[in-house]
Nanobody, 120 residues
Framework: QVQLVETGGGLVPAGGSLRLSCAAS????????MGWFRQAPGVEREFVAS????????YYADSVKGRFTSSRDNAKSTVSLQMNSLKPEDTAVYYC?????????????WGQGTQVTVSS
């Protein structure tokens, strides 16, 4: 099992940028694909982005493609989400999660989430 802690959320004006990070405990981080998901109030949690075991392949929801970039550092057991050109509709709690396969859009182990608020 792996434990995940997200950081980097906050309040940002529309058009701004934020970088989320997720730190994993345990020695098995490199065995997992990693994903980012988000949940806005009253909405089901949705897939945002993911990255494969080696950090070579990434996958994005259409709503964030071209604006968000996922990366990972297996030596540091961290995964990041760089979010640019943020929109008010990006406001949500963002979660990182381990994934069995990076294109499955389904998380297994979850962090506690970090709030991202984009003001208009």
């Amino acid at each position: 099992q792996v434990q995940l802690v997200e950081t980097g959320g906050g309040l940002v004006p529309a058009g701004g940028s934020l970088r989320l990070s997720c730190a994993a405990s345990g020695r098995t981080f490199s065995r997992y694909a990693m994903g980012w998901f988000r949940q806005a109030p009253g909405v089901e949690r949705e897939f945002v982005a993911s990255i494969d075991l080696n950090g070579v392949s990434t996958y994005y929801a259409d709503s964030v493609k071209g604006r968000f970039t996922s990366s990972r550092d297996n030596a540091k057991s961290t995964v990041s989400l760089q979010m640019n050109s943020l929109k008010p509709e990006d406001t949500a709690v963002y979660y990182c999660a381990t994934m069995t396969y990076y294109r499955l859009r389904r998380g297994d182990y979850w962090g506690q989430g970090t709030q991202v608020t984009v003001s208009s």
